[in-house]
């Protein structure tokens, strides 16, 4: 399967820019942090902005996000990668949580991490 860099971009000729697995497992993964959970109705599982931004709430916030994020993989086919885990990291502002976001390679083992921030609510 190719994989296209986020967001997408077009190089001379009219043809996509294409990049590693993982670079765009990762930019669709920050994608995912930013969209609220149901709100695109092709993968329902598709984002967790919404248990991101109630991590102060709720102690198990990144875990349900891990879980939906490896079911929206499941739902689109994306069965080489898997989020590992997602944890909470101590911000340096109080207004915003960053999370450091850990992917897998099932096939190697290979990990590959972002990191994201999200306002709090």
């Known amino acids: 399967m190719p994989f296209l860099s ?17 670079s765009a497992l990762l930019s669709f993964l920050q994608t995912m942090a930013l969209t609220p959970g149901g ?3 092709a993968c329902p599982n598709f984002g967790f902005r919404d248990l991101l931004e ?16 490896n ?11 898997r989020v590992q885990e997602i944890v909470r990291e101590n911000a ?6 960053v ?8 096939r190697s083992a290979e990990t590959y991490s972002t990191r994201i921030s999200t306002e709090s609510v």
């Not at 999370?99 to 099932?106: D, G, K």
Request: net charge negative.
């Open 71 to 81: 079911r929206a993989f499941d739902d689109l086919g994306i069965t080489d990668y």
């Open 6 to 22: 986020f967001p997408l971009r077009l190089r001379e000729g009219g043809t996509l820019h294409r990049t590693e697995e993982s």
């Open 54 to 69: 109630s991590g102060r709430q709720r102690a198990d916030s990144p875990r349900l996000a891990m879980e939906r994020a």
């Open 99 to 106: 999370y450091s976001i850990t992917l897998v390679a099932t």
């Open 92 to 97: 340096q502002r109080t207004d915003f949580d």
């Open 39 to 41: 709100s695109w109705a």
